[in-house]
């Protein structure tokens, strides 16, 4: 008998655990994110971050800290530890050494430390009072030119004592700027600081010259996100000296790179065309100054410098592509850039050993989460080193595949959709139609179980269905696929958005009464527009949404921003922004609509959310609005992201009459 009630007690627990195993917002957080990749000179070792979930008590953060692997397997350790995360690992040259970044030390800010591959402490390198942004290695693995803020004065901090610290916008802005430290000098026991550049613009990207000598740099004329447009490139000598200018065009020019024979100096520029949707072009120019020279341009023409080969016939580059992320050769000689990477998933955190021969990165897809691999260089043959996730659930996935339709005016659109955990094709279900941010971000293949606003894999345990469209504006598809929604935000894309939904309609996986929608960001805009609309959504959630085009262009950090898509200014185009705005077509709305909202958004202000919800509420609509304290546009805090997404979870099942545990719809 008692062998009979242990044996019914041992099948009870199992199906317990058969039953509760699944996909929710709080299992998806524990995930841990693997975020960089820094390769050794031989390419013998690779430094990577891991970034684990801390929440327990009073915590809610993420902490950051350096592996490092060996690139044929075999040694895989931790190399970094304690309370203070541990960033932006860098091998020196001679392969002696790690440099990275921590605020473990002085200030509580991050700087730089320094472990010797051999073994021993992690040492402190720099001490400064406004912390380390930045920094690289110079080519002699002796110095590090890094950045830092321009600390205050000591008026200014006797004014913030006595309560007269007064803000006057647009004024006394703090620069960031060049500084070398010596590892070969010490001043009482602290290794000596030079600082490189001066002056009222602020650093934005450095590097080295392969003989040590200078230091090119991009810059602009403030520290603000609206800036970014007056960037140029400068050249300096190391050991500080004149600053020459060698880049002063129109627009965006950045992120500067010397050719390991030092004859070039890369960057990105939009070439004086100044895009807020984003248009980068790699250009090249004599070190000894002359006339730039573009490089063919790539399929998005938006993409980013990566490095350069160790030949210097080639610049390596990052861009989407559709729904992945790839990296490319662009050959200096003007020919056209060479897919390094297949387009099968996410090629991220990408380096280069300086020899020449391999190459490191991080690679997921839907349903493999991001690890360490490496290959050779002269075939792409990746070797998968780490396995950062092994204790986390392997709980059955909703699938996920690409699928393409037309919009209204017949132009293609791609998106993903996941299917529902245990999905079954005789069955109709509820829709999630999320929408990307940007509006020139883009949907990829990125793992679906790890923890976000958007738990795509606990949306899919619920028994939804979850599309993500890459509408018109999102990169990853060309320039005039980028460009197609200016002056048309909430209409072209709408149609692209409602098309993809009618898509899954008649495929007959979806039912039409349950559909649901949410974004943040633009994706936000778009939620608050749709339900403007049509009513055929039962449920929506705007996160971090602008839903008035007028108060956010004046409002935000990024004024600029709007005048860009819609070609003029606000009091230039009062209809226009009225008529592409929420707020103004507010009346009327019946869809229950959730606010989500960081409290310290400078991106997009928590005004924005405030005033739909107040509208929405007046009305009578079914609305709750959440605000989410120390919270800025992305949020950061893991409490707080799982919480977003059982939030989310339950006011769609809340307005669609479904049990919590519901797992499909007739």
Known sequence: MKLKIKAIFVLVLFISSVVFAQWTPDVMIKFKRVEQTAIS????????????????????????????????????????????SCTAPAFSPDGKYLAFL?????????????????????????????????????????????????????????AKKEKLDMIVVDKNFKYAHIYVVSLDEKEKGEYKVKRITKGDFHVTSFDWSPDGKYIVFSHQVN?????????????????????????????????????????WIAFESDGGMIKWAGLRY?????????????????????????????????????????????????????????ALTPDNGNYTGVSFSKNGKAMAFIYQNSETPPDVYVTNLKKFEPKKLTDVNSDFP????????????????????????????????????????????????????????????????????????????NPRGSRGYGKDFRFANYEDW??????DLMSGVDKLIEMGIVHPESLCVAGWSYGGYMTSFIVTKTKRFKAASVGAGVTNLISFTGTADI??????????????????????????NVKGVTTPTQIIHGETDVRVPVSQGKE?????????????????PRTPHGVQEPKFIADIGKRIIAWFNKNLGRDLKLTGEK
């Open 282 to 338: 790699v250009y090249i120019i004599p070190s000894s100054g002359g006339e730039a020279k573009r490089l063919a341009p790539t399929y998005d023409e938006n993409c980013m410098i990566i490095d350069w080969s160790a030949d210097s016939k080639a610049v390596y580059v990052s861009e989407a592509y559709r729904t992945t992320w790839r990296v490319y050769a662009l050959p200096i000689d003007g020919g056209k850039p060479r």
């Open 223 to 263: 520290p603000t996100a609206d800036a970014w447009t007056t960037s140029d490139i400068s050249i300096v000598p190391s050991d500080s000296g004149e600053v020459k200018p060698l880049i002063k065009w129109n627009g965006s020019d950045s992120n500067p790179r010397f050719s390991p024979d030092g004859k």
């Open 102 to 158: 921590s605020a473990r030390g002085s200030y509580g800010k991050n700087q730089i430390w320094l472990l010797r591959l051999t073994g021993g402490e992690a040492e402190q390198i720099t001490k400064v009072k406004t912390g380390v942004i930045s920094f690289k290695w110079s080519p002699d693995s002796r110095k590090i030119a890094f950045t830092s803020i321009d600390p205050e004065t000591e008026e200014e901090m006797r």
């Open 559 to 584: 004024p600029s921003f709007l005048p860009d898509y819609f070609r003029g200014e606000f009091w230039d185009k009062v209809d226009v922004y009225m008529r592409h705005s929420a707020i103004f």
């Open 612 to 628: 739909f919800y107040n509208a929405l509420k007046r009305q009578g609509c079914p609305t709750e609005m959440i605000i989410y």
């Open 394 to 469: 392997k709980y059955p996935l909703g699938k996920t595949e690409v699928i393409t339709w037309r919009s209204k005016d017949g132009l293609e659109i791609e998106g993903l959709v996941t299917y529902p955990v245990n999905f079954e094709r005789e069955r109709k279900y509820p829709l999630v139609l999320l929408v990307h941010g940007g509006p020139a971000g883009v949907f990829t293949q990125s793992y679906t179980a790890a923890g976000a606003v958007y738990p795509i894999q606990a949306f899919a345990q619920e028994g939804y269905v979850v599309l993500r469209p």
């Open 41 to 84: 000179p031989d390419g013998n070792l690779i430094a990577y971050t891991v970034s684990v979930p801390i929440m327990e008590g009073e915590k809610s953060e993420y902490l950051r800290h350096i592996w490092v692997v060996s690139s044929d397997g075999k040694m895989n350790y931790q190399f970094t530890f304690g309370e203070k």
């Open 490 to 495: 909430g209409f072209g894309d709408y149609e």
